[in-house]
């Protein structure tokens, strides 16, 4: 009988994390920014119908990035496990980190199960609470590993680049304009621009732009900023038109003047 190939568990985990990494690589930034107000998710993402921010329960959101299909299963099973939650207990008994908790554990048995492919995804869970202080934000990588991230987060795409834009820019207690202008520049800057001037202005129409707003009367914060709203809060982006051309119009004859003859 042949023997068996054998692969190290070390090298089983890195090819494994390979995989996952090279993945969520390939998607575009999400980016989360802590405002005076509560958190803001954005990211660029042109489908109107594919949401890769989401409403999970009332003060409670959900941001990925990777493959579609596997996060879109994430999503569903934390709305299930939070509904269930808020219905046989309380709803205040349902947390951003119970639910953070529960994807790790999810992410982190896929990942070290040799069944499977690990999962391609990477996750924000945000809550938001009665003071900024309060708040909470949750990053979950592929392998199930949670960092509790404080003002701003990146993942996915150029997470570096953009990651380093906030570092640069990032202040406390910024308003909503003031974090969207941040989050969609920061967005732009993600392709690996080396100067302000190859940096992206990227169209309202192709942002996907959620928050989660403590300001609201309603029991539920999360609300989606539409196109209209977007441009209203960013304002004219667009570079200035070149110039005209300086080469002056002939003169239009009046009337009590005939019209020049062309020189022949």
């Given at each position: ?10 090298q089983l ?74 219905y046989s ?139 209209a709203r ?35």
């Amino acid at each position: 009988m042949a023997t068996p190939f054998y692969v190290s568990p070390e090298q089983l985990m890195k090819d494994r994390a390979d995989f996952a990494r090279k993945g969520i690589s390939r998607g575009r930034s999400v980016v989360a920014v802590q405002y005076a107000d509560g958190i803001l998710f954005a990211t660029e993402n042109p489908s109107a119908a594919l949401h890769k921010v989401s409403e999970i329960y009332d003060r409670i959101a959900f941001a990925a990035v990777g493959r579609y299909n596997e996060f879109e299963n994430l999503r569903i099973a934390g709305v299930r496990l939070a509904d269930m939650r808020g219905y046989s207990y309380d709803r205040r008994d349902v947390t951003g980190r119970g639910l953070a908790n529960a994807y790790a554990q999810t992410l982190g048995t896929i990942f070290s199960s040799g069944g499977e492919k690990p999962y391609e995804v990477e996750i924000f869970v945000g809550e938001i609470g009665d003071t900024a202080a309060a708040d909470q934000l949750y990053r979950l990588t592929y392998d199930g590993q949670v960092a509790d991230e404080h003002g701003y987060a990146v993942m996915g795409g150029a997470a570096d680049v953009v990651g380093g834009y906030l570092a640069e820019r990032f202040a406390e207690g910024l308003s909503l304009g003031e974090a969207l202008s941040l989050a969609v520049a920061a967005l732009g800057h993600s392709e690996g621009a080396n100067t302000e001037s190859e940096d992206r202005v990227i169209p309202a129409k192709d942002l996907e732009v959620a928050v989660l707003d403590r300001t609201r009367s309603q029991p539920r914060k999360f609300v989606r900023l539409r196109p209209a709203r977007l441009q209203e809060l960013l304002g004219s982006r667009e570079p200035a038109p070149e110039p005209a051309d300086p080469t002056p119009a002939e003169p239009t004859p009046t009337a009590d003047e005939p019209p020049i003859a062309p020189p022949q």
